[in-house]
């Protein structure tokens, strides 16, 4: 197969699977891919705490991005700068800022596999460099950028309804509580709004369509797993759950 012919295939299957992706993500709690609260109570082929999990998840990308730098010698550009970032804040929040108190398991054998795919996924962002230029070039950079930061404040705004003395709105076990702050104020999952941000920053960074159609596929993904995560607040709290908040796009998803 030469080289046209995978990059057709690529950008088949990415851009091919976003809808099935974002209907079984919509379909989470029934027994699609699954993580986090949708974790619980599943049966795993290789049950492993969920840090751990997570772990599995993001080291692989982070540590390919550093082989191909220090035993390749691969040239660190852009690309490489943006994917090291993107996997090490994600490494940081599981050991510094998650707390899996509500999910305290993960299938091991799924970890490993999306870690691997993560790994693709880097690849396949550095592959080619930035060529983005002039205002495509600075346009991506600085959505990659606040898409990183966004992330990273709203998963600290997530971390805080653990604090025990945190007296935001909770359901009837006083266990689980609605997220407040920041455009939690305005949708389900601001988090997953930045990470799709963090990875189109990325690709028009790239300029490429491949990368492109991995941002679509992710954006297709997390649009479902936000759709399901408002299911699932909605069951918990009910009537206290605010009906004017869209799933992941303020004010229009």
């Not at 091919?16 to 993580?35: C, L, N, R, T, Y």
């Not at 805080?160 to 407040?180: A, Q």
């Not at 408002?230 to 998803?253: A, L």
Request: charged share 15%; with cysteine.
């Amino acid at each position: 197969m030469d080289v046209v012919d995978w990059r057709i295939l690529l950008l088949s299957y990415f851009v091919g699977m976003a809808i099935p992706v974002f209907k079984g993500q919509a379909k989470a709690e029934d027994g699609a891919v699954v993580w986090g609260k949708f974790a619980r109570d599943k049966s795993h082929t290789f049950p492993v705490s969920a840090r751990i999990g997570y772990l599995c998840k993001y080291v692989p990308a982070f540590m390919f991005i550093v082989l191909r730098i220090t035993v390749f010698n691969v040239e660190a550009g852009i690309m490489e700068f943006m994917m090291l970032t993107q996997h090490g804040k994600r490494i940081c929040e599981v050991l510094f800022v998650h707390d899996f108190g509500g999910s305290p398991i993960e299938d091991g054998t799924s970890s490993i596999c999306i870690g691997m795919f993560y790994s693709f996924v880097a690849w396949v962002y550095c592959r080619g460099g930035a060529k983005a230029e002039g205002l495509a070039f600075c346009f991506g950079v600085s959505l990659f950028c606040a898409g990183i930061v966004g992330n990273l404040y709203h998963h600290i705004l997530l971390a805080r309804l653990r604090d025990p003395t945190f007296k935001g709105p909770s359901d009837e076990s006083g266990k689980y509580k609605i997220p407040i702050g920041g455009l939690f104020e305005l949708v389900t999952c601001p988090h997953y709004f930045f990470e799709c941000m963090y990875y189109w920053g990325a690709a028009i960074t790239a300029f490429n369509l491949i990368p492109m159609s991995v941002a679509a596929n992710t954006s297709m993904m997390l649009a479902g797993h936000a759709t399901s995560t408002t299911r699932w607040y909605q069951s918990k709290f009910g009537n206290q759950w605010p009906e004017d908040r869209t799933h992941i796009v303020p004010c229009v998803f």
